[in-house]
Antibody, heavy 121, light 108 residues
Framework: EVQLVESGGGLVKPGGSLRLSCAAS????????MNWVRQAPGKGLEWVSS????????YYADSVKGRFTISRDNAKNSLYLQMNSLRAEDTAVYYC??????????????WGQGTLVTVSS | EIVMTQSPATLSVSPGERATLSCRAS??????LAWYQQKPGQAPRLLIY???TRATGIPARFSGSGSGTEFTLTISSLQSEDFAVYYC??????????FGQGTKVEIK
């Protein structure tokens, strides 16, 4: 069974930093591209960042480019999101999500339960 | 950036009735379109990908159609567990991967 478990969320002041983690199990993590997607309270879904299986390709939404860094450790079956210079508008539930094993274009097929990040003074 | 527009914002349907949700892309996304279901307090769940292929374990009452810029999700006979918010997402031309704003299916 595919499991994605996020951790690291919490309350942080504007301008602060936070590092999210996602522990993956139930599949060969090193073979899949991964994503972070966020959802502000009461709002829709917003794609944040993607990383390919070997970290060769990394992409960011314009709203987080230069502030957030996605990374992964295939030996630890883990995905990370380093978030710096946080703003109030970054307040959201952050989901770790896996790309489906479909080529050439893949949807997201599994999502974690999310971790809440609140940016407030 | 491809903009995804869903309609209606809210759909009121009685149990057992048919629900039809629409999603329009600002430019062609071929068939690289997915539909997700999200219930309150839960993560999204993949329903449909490739515009019309049901994901593993998704009941046959869910069907998707369309290509290019116009897409439809149909729920043939609404069950109580189907009342939720539904999102479409394109993964043809990215970054960014873009979602529609969602359609809430509520009990009439």
């Amino acid at each position: 069974e595919v499991q994605l478990v996020e951790s690291g969320g919490g309350l942080v002041k504007p301008g602060g930093s936070l590092r999210l983690s996602c522990a993956a199990s139930g599949f060969t993590f090193s073979s899949y591209s991964m994503n972070w997607v966020r959802q502000a309270p009461g709002k829709g879904l917003e794609w944040v960042s993607s990383i390919s299986s070997s970290s060769s390709y990394i992409y960011y939404a314009d709203s987080v480019k230069g502030r957030f860094t996605i990374s992964r450790d295939n030996a630890k079956n883990s995905l990370y999101l380093q978030m710096n210079s946080l703003r109030a508008e970054d307040t959201a539930v952050y989901y770790c999500a896996r790309d489906a094993p479909v080529v050439p274009a893949a949807p997201i097929d599994y999502w974690g339960q999310g971790t809440l990040v609140t940016v407030s003074s | 950036e491809i903009v995804m527009t869903q309609s209606p914002a809210t759909l009121s349907v009685s149990p057992g009735e048919r629900a039809t949700l629409s999603c329009r892309a600002s430019q062609s996304v071929s068939s690289n379109l997915a539909w997700y279901q999200q219930k309150p307090g839960q993560a999204p769940r993949l329903l449909i990908y490739g515009a019309s292929t049901r994901a593993t374990g998704i009941p046959a009452r869910f069907s998707g159609s369309g290509s290019g810029t116009e897409f439809t999700l149909t729920i043939s006979s609404l069950q109580s567990e189907d009342f939720a918010v539904y999102y479409c997402q394109q993964y043809n031309n990215w970054p960014p991967r873009t979602f529609g704003q969602g359609t809430k299916v509520e009990i009439k």
